[in-house]
């Protein structure tokens, strides 16, 4: 079965409690769980995680580069600056990766608008709140 990896990036451990208004009720768990049962319909094996450290998320990124069939990424802030993480995606390919983010960064503050993950991604699904992993895994599995 093919595995996709599905990281996310900082304070997504803070789920559930952290601005309820932008980002839902619902928790990092009850996503992954979420994931799950949808990688069961896609055929999908998914491995689920999250840090707060930009070096933890290059890191996997490399990993899926080796192990994994496509990533759904959400790095939340370091969507926003980091080149690291620019540079891993842009190191993995062809692995595809599908950027996701609960939010609409667009409808945001004018920070949020820019994406360093996005020139590399296959595409960026956004303002769907957790529907919006469920709709990246359905796109990488059409992919795959
Ligand atoms: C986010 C959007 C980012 O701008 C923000 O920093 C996050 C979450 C989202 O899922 O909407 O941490 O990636």
């Known amino acids: 079965m093919k595995t996709v990896f599905v990281l996310n990036g900082p304070n997504l451990n803070m789920l559930g409690k952290r ?17 799950r049962k949808a990688g069961v319909e896609l055929g999908l094996e998914i491995d689920f995680r999250q840090s707060n450290h930009e070096g933890d998320l ?8 080796e192990k994994a069939a496509g990533v759904v ?3 939340g802030a370091y969507t926003h600056t980091s080149i690291a993480i620019h540079d891993a ?3 993995v390919a ?6 996701v983010h609960l939010s609409n960064i ?8 820019a994406s360093r993950v996005a020139p590399h991604a296959i595409g960026m699904i956004c303002g769907f ?8 895994l359905q796109a990488l599995a ?3």
């Open 142 to 144: 059409a992919r795959l």
């Open 129 to 136: 709140g957790p529907l919006g992993y469920r709709l990246a």
């Open 19 to 35: 601005e309820p208004s932008i980002y839902g009720v619902q928790t990092l768990d009850d996503i992954a769980c979420d994931c």
């Open 106 to 113: 667009h409808a945001r503050e004018p920070f949020r608008h």
């Open 58 to 65: 290059v890191t996997w990124i490399q990993e899926a580069g």
């Open 73 to 75: 990424l959400n790095a």
């Open 89 to 91: 995606v842009r190191a």
């Open 94 to 99: 062809p692995v595809p990766v599908v950027e």
